[in-house]
């Protein structure tokens, strides 16, 4: 199988799933059935629908996903916090200051 989405974890499907509309139950489902990246590959309409109890709309939704998976996005666990990414996005700009710098004063 030649799937990205068979190495994400728990949380990531979660977040996929969330991206998609899902309510909070069928999250949660998802979550408490420990769905992974593996198993949401190998998920079939019937054990949406009867074992996780996924409404008929996020059902067409994930089936399609499987079906015709797109390259990847980056989904952000709904646990990293946003004052984390501000972090990382200061770190990135401070990284790249530095080297425009750098390559500014080595210019010959």
Same mark, same amino acid.
């Given at each position: 199988?030649?799937?990205?989405?068979?190495?994400?974890?728990v949380e990531q499907v979660c977040a996929f799933?969330?991206?998609l509309g899902a309510p909070q139950s069928v999250i949660e489902t998802f979550e408490n059935e420990l769905i992974d990246g593996r198993a949401l590959a190998s998920l079939?309409?019937?054990?949406?629908?009867?074992?996780?109890k996924v409404?008929?709309?996020?059902?067409?939704?994930?089936?399609?996903?499987i079906k015709n998976p797109q390259p990847p996005l980056t989904v952000i666990p709904s646990s990293l !916090? =946003?004052?984390? $990414? !501000? =972090?990382?996005? $200061?770190d990135v700009?401070?990284?790249?200051?530095?080297?425009?710098?750098n390559f500014?004063?080595?210019?010959?």
């Amino acid at each position: 199988m030649n799937d990205w989405r068979i190495e994400w974890n728990v949380e990531q499907v979660c977040a996929f799933v969330s991206s998609l509309g899902a309510p909070q139950s069928v999250i949660e489902t998802f979550e408490n059935e420990l769905i992974d990246g593996r198993a949401l590959a190998s998920l079939t309409d019937q054990e949406l629908k009867e074992d996780l109890k996924v409404p008929l709309g996020i059902r067409k939704k994930i089936i399609e996903a499987i079906k015709n998976p797109q390259p990847p996005l980056t989904v952000i666990p709904s646990s990293l !916090q =946003s004052s984390q $990414i !501000q =972090s990382q996005s $200061i770190d990135v700009s401070i990284v790249f200051s530095f080297v425009v710098m750098n390559f500014l004063l080595n210019k010959n």
